[in-house]
């Protein structure tokens, strides 16, 4: 079984590489640059969707965590200069990863006293740091303040952007099915029947934000090596907004809901650029729509292969 499931990884790892080749040569750069950031939202959405989907919670200081990954990992690549080797497709590889786990520690600091707290006030709290770590960025200087930090490697093509969309698929896929994820879920579902039966909420609370925030971390970092420039203002209050409706577009706790949701929000405002003035209105109005028409969410808290196969067995 292991073998059969190292087969799969290598294809899968063979299959990005040559889609990133085709694409690179035979795709315009505007285009692919598009797809790229439907990937990064798709990571931003599925991070998120354990929290906000699976575990119950509300977080709207997502994008403060997706900060610390990118300023993390941009520190190391081109404030640093520690080693010719982190301007390298591996070393920046290597920096995005260490972005994440200081965005896990961060979480862990701000969900060890914030997520004893419930509904609204957990939103305002998470708000709140949030914004403390967008502001503590902004006062910086050695990482550009407000100006921002330029000359980053622009390193984040299709093929490491879609490997993590994978990693990060599986991976909670993965927790989902484990006693950690049944746990998880049975927060979601009721808290006091999950204490009364012996589950630490608090401990598996902590365990989804913190895996959360490091695959944010995750999404900052690869935001950071493909725009190549970020200041604070890339880390608003809007952009939590924005992981906040992917994943109520996709379903909350569905992660291949999340990921509809994550190619649904990146992609519209590009499409909806040939109605420029329109745009702002058009956009709000689908989501709208799409609200009114699926309260739940496209897939609810089903992921699409359970849809598939409930069809086929009626």
């Not at 190292?6 to 590489?17: K, P, R, Y």
């Not at 998120?48 to 509300?58: P, R, S, T, Y």
């Not at 960025?137 to 994978?166: D, H, T």
């Not at 608003?236 to 996709?250: H, P």
């Amino acid at each position: 079984m292991k073998i059969f499931q190292v087969a799969i990884l290598l294809g899968v790892v063979a299959l990005l590489w040559g889609l990133n080749f085709f694409f690179e040569e035979n795709i315009n750069p505007y285009i692919l640059r598009v797809i790229i950031n439907c990937g990064i939202g798709m990571i931003l959405a599925m991070s998120l969707n354990l929290v906000n989907g699976c575990a119950g919670q509300f977080s709207l200081g997502h994008a403060g965590f997706m900060g610390v990954g990118a300023y993390m990992s941009a520190t190391i690549t081109t404030v640093l200069n520690l080693s010719p080797f982190f301007q390298t497709d591996l070393g920046v590889g290597c920096a995005i990863v260490t972005g994440g786990i200081a965005a896990a520690i961060a979480g862990y600091l701000v969900g060890l006293p914030s997520l004893r707290l419930k509904g609204d006030y957990l939103a305002i709290v998470t708000l709140g740091f949030g914004e403390i770590i967008r502001i503590c960025f902004l006062n910086i200087e050695s990482v550009g303040g407000a100006r921002g930090l330029s000359g980053i490697p622009p390193k984040s093509n299709f093929f490491w952007v879609y490997l993590w969309v994978v990693i990060t698929f599986v991976a909670l896929l993965r927790l989902l099915r484990s006693s950690y994820g049944r746990a998880i879920l049975s927060v979601r579902e009721n808290e006091i029947a999950a204490e009364s039966m012996g589950i630490d909420i608090s401990r598996y609370k902590i365990v989804a934000f913190v895996v959360s925030s490091f695959f944010a971390g995750i999404a900052g970092g690869l935001f950071a090596h493909l725009q190549s420039f970020i200041d604070p203002n890339s880390f608003v209050f809007n952009k939590s907004i924005e992981a906040v409706i992917m994943v109520v577009i996709g379903g909350m706790g569905s992660l291949s809901g999340a990921i509809f949701g994550g190619i649904i929000v990146s992609l519209l405002p590009e499409l909806l650029r040939v109605f420029e003035q329109y745009r702002m209105v058009i956009f709000p109005l689908i989501l709208i729509i799409l609200m009114l028409v699926r309260p739940m969410g496209l897939l609810g808290h089903k992921e699409i292969w359970e849809i598939f196969r409930k069809k086929a067995s009626s």
